[in-house]
């Protein structure tokens, strides 16, 4: 059986102002929303029934804001423990202390998601001072209790030429998973997105890095749906090993194996861009992933690029940068290098 993710914001508090962040973009900061206990608990079994429903097993990734902010913290994961759900936590390394991580893991904490935006300098300027090393002094706290530390990178045209390094940084540190995702403008700031061809060049060097530091014991996840055009490309990706046309093997998992909840219960289909569907305390979840909400995000011959191109069941970049780009998720992903007429061939 399947897992079925759940992104589940449970606060919006957090101790960063990071650049990058769409709770202060929305300007939502003004009064700090978080999520009651009763409300948690309808959420849970709602969740539950869901994948019931569906046949596949509830997997939590717990975040905010900083999760560990909200004053029931410690209540949630017990829930989740004794609901037997797997679940991982995302969020900043301000509060993490080993007694702390090695209560977590008691709890089931199974990976907990760091962020890293550039080397010191570049970080700091765009999450806070310090923050760098306190993540990177993070690290062997959790690892140490027995969590798996993932890093999660977000590339824009302040820090992408520094990705490739972050990468020798990770592996230094011993992390256990590192990724990255792009960031996503609106039209107002459409400057931050990197070129097409500085973005493909930032993924061969990252490429490189992989290659070298492959038996290293940091798992390289290739999180950005772009990494499939690069592969094939290279020569690495072959669509014709799956030969069944009526598949959508992988690309955005809008509409396919994941659903946002926020801290006041709306479910979105994607945190990243204005997508609500309904209300995790008000609705059943099954009938929302399975109405006309959602199909929005599996109409894949209405995507005006990816529709014409042979990797449309594998990549569809990403809808979210589209639609901050263009205010449409069907445009082009502005940073997808491939060009019309080479689709058209």
Not at 212 to 237: P, S, V
């Amino acid at each position: 059986m399947e897992y079925f993710a759940f992104q589940w914001h449970i606060t919006e508090a957090c101790d960063q102002r990071c650049k990058h962040c769409y709770i202060y973009a929305l300007g939502s900061h003004a009064q700090f929303k978080e999520m009651s206990v009763p409300d948690m608990l309808t959420v849970i079994e709602n969740c539950q029934t869901f994948c019931r429903k569906a046949n596949r097993i509830p997997y939590m990734y717990i975040t905010g804001g900083d999760p560990i902010l909200h004053p029931q913290f410690w209540t949630l994961l017990r829930l989740l423990h004794m609901a037997n759900i797997p679940f991982a936590l995302m969020g900043n390394p301000f509060h993490i202390t080993p007694d702390v991580a090695r209560k977590m893991r008691e709890y089931g904490c199974r990976k907990y998601q760091l962020s890293l935006d550039g080397l010191r300098e570049t970080h700091d300027l765009i999450r806070q001072p310090g923050s760098y090393d306190a993540t990177m002094a993070t690290i062997p706290i959790l690892r140490e209790a027995g969590i798996d530390v993932a890093i999660m990178a977000t590339v824009s045209r302040w820090n992408y030429r520094e990705i490739p390094k972050l990468v020798d940084e990770v592996v230094a540190h011993h992390d256990d998973i590192f990724t990255f995702a792009r960031y996503c403008p609106s039209k107002e700031d459409r400057e931050t997105c990197c070129s097409p061809e500085q973005y493909r060049e930032t993924l061969a060097q990252c490429w490189e890095k992989y290659r070298q530091y492959k038996n290293c014991g940091t798992a390289f996840n290739l999180k950005d749906h772009l990494w499939t055009l690069f592969r094939y490309e290279i020569g690495d990706f072959n669509p014709n090993d799956y030969p069944d046309n009526e598949i959508v093997y992988d690309g955005c998992n809008c509409g396919n194996c994941h659903l946002t909840i926020l801290s006041d219960g709306a479910v979105y289909a994607c945190r990243r861009m204005e997508s609500k569907v309904g209300n995790a305390l008000t609705d059943d979840l099954y009938e929302l992933f399975t109405g006309p909400e959602l199909d929005a995000y599996r109409r894949y011959e209405q995507f005006e690029k990816c529709a014409k191109c042979e990797l449309l069941r594998f990549c569809r970049g990403c809808p979210a940068v589209a639609a901050g780009y263009h205010g449409n998720m069907y445009a082009p992903d502005p940073e997808c290098w491939k060009q019309i007429e080479d689709i058209a061939q």
